[in-house]
């Protein structure tokens, strides 16, 4: 099958416009651009549809949420893999047709979820998850690279999230249909915390000269284990006083292990403020459902927190930096830069005030932070896009 071929076993490749046109080179060019673009406009969509602006059956709370997670997120989450695996293992991850086939499919789950009946489209959006994970669990094999396995385990943990949250929504599967989608924000959480431990204390000490951070093995192990637990229980369990004292400790792990990172040491370099600030958001997302266990808070806030805060602030830093990068760029933002990060962040503190208001509070809130959010990535779309689908400058491939 094509969509199962990394490459032939005498590193051969076939040639054509399409194997060889830079945007299909490695996994990050058209998942962050179409993941980004996608980002962009289901935002404001969802929001003219939830304020009645436009009538749309479909545009409803359970799209909105399945598509910022299996549509936007996996997408990026995709992109980064198959480029951090090509690092990781030496062995090239998808690219050419086979790259360009797994966007194909991507792409029809996207129109899928909108014009097919909901078990067709269940089953176009089914289908990206498993082949696009199987061809990292090939690579990451062939290379003996256990580390990594971990990223596969959590690629399958959310295909099963995705499965469980179409056949609820079926009527397939007793369950509420928001289950699963708490369980895939908490598992892809996991997948920030793992990679944020490894790569933001290493870029900033890297970064701002005589800064030493730290890392605790046993902590980070904590912090892991308890946001699994807190993903798990969030996903089974109401909102009760159980969930909301493991989700306290998983804040306070969490925000622990993140104060030995240095973050105060990296406000003048907005590559690296990005990630510490939009990491932050984890345990503030853990303590506010904390609070909404124990009826202090809404319920919206932490999930907000959670998703626009750190999955969305944590991914513009890292589809920046990751592009400069492997374009052969300087890893340096400038006013383009800066502006996407506070753009993102104002919309994080605006989705806040509107779960946090009523009335015309929410209504202007949800507006502005569509707003703030949708220009973020269209900057994002407009000033890498050219980057993303020419060759890297420095002439290397990829």
């Known amino acids: 099958m094509t969509l199962l071929r990394i490459e032939d076993p005498a590193g051969a490749r076939a040639s054509g416009p399409l194997q060889d046109h830079p945007f299909l080179a490695l996994g990050f060019r058209p998942f962050y651009l179409l993941g980004a673009a996608f980002a962009g406009v289901a935002v404001p969509a969802w929001t003219a549809a939830s ?3 436009i009538a749309s059956s479909r545009l409803n709370l359970l799209w909105h949420m399945h598509e910022m997670l299996f549509g936007f997120v996996i997408a990026i989450v995709v992109g980064f893999l198959y480029t951090a695996g090509r ?7 998808p690219r050419g047709r086979h790259l360009g086939a797994l966007v194909a499919l991507w792409v029809a789950g996207r129109v899928g979820m909108l014009a097919l009946t909901p078990a067709l489209a269940a089953a176009v959006d089914l289908a990206f998850l498993p082949l696009a994970t199987i061809p990292l669990y090939r690579v990451i094999r062939r290379a003996g690279n256990t580390r990594n396995l971990v990223m596969v385990v959590l690629l399958a943990v959310l295909a099963l999230a995705n499965a469980a949250f179409h056949a609820s929504a079926l009527g397939l599967l007793a369950l509420s249909p928001m289950q699963p989608l708490y369980a895939a924000i908490v598992a892809i959480i996991v997948i920030e915390s793992v990679l944020g431990g490894r790569v933001i204390p290493n870029f900033t000490a890297n970064a701002v000269r005589g800064v030493r951070t730290t890392s605790d093995p046993r902590l980070e192990k904590a912090s892991l284990a308890l946001t699994a637990a807190t993903g798990l229980a969030w996903a089974v369990l109401p909102l009760s ?8 400790a998983t804040a306070l792990v969490q925000a622990v292990r993140m104060a030995g990172w240095k973050p105060l040491c990296t406000l003048r370099n907005p590559l690296l403020w990005i990630l510490h600030l939009s990491y932050a958001w984890i345990p503030a997302g853990f303590a506010v459902l904390a609070l909404a266990c124990f009826g202090m808070a809404p319920h919206s806030a932490a999930v907000h927190l959670l998703a626009v805060g750190a999955m969305g602030g944590l991914i513009i830093g890292m589809i920046t930096r990751t592009t400069l990068g492997h374009t052969g760029r300087m890893l340096k933002a400038g006013r383009a830069e800066t502006a996407m990060y506070l753009l993102l962040q104002a919309g994080v503190l605006a989705r806040l005030a509107a779960a946090l208001g009523g009335g015309g509070v929410r209504e202007w ?3 502005l932070a569509a707003a703030c959010w949708s220009l973020a990535f269209a900057l994002f779309c407009a000033v890498y896009g050219p980057y993303l689908a020419r060759p890297r400058i420095d002439g290397r491939e990829g």
């Open 51 to 53: 304020l009645g602006w």
């Open 87 to 93: 690092n990781w293992t030496g062995l090239w991850t």
């Open 241 to 248: 006083l159980p969930l909301g004292v493991l989700a306290l």
């Open 365 to 367: 809130g949800l507006v």
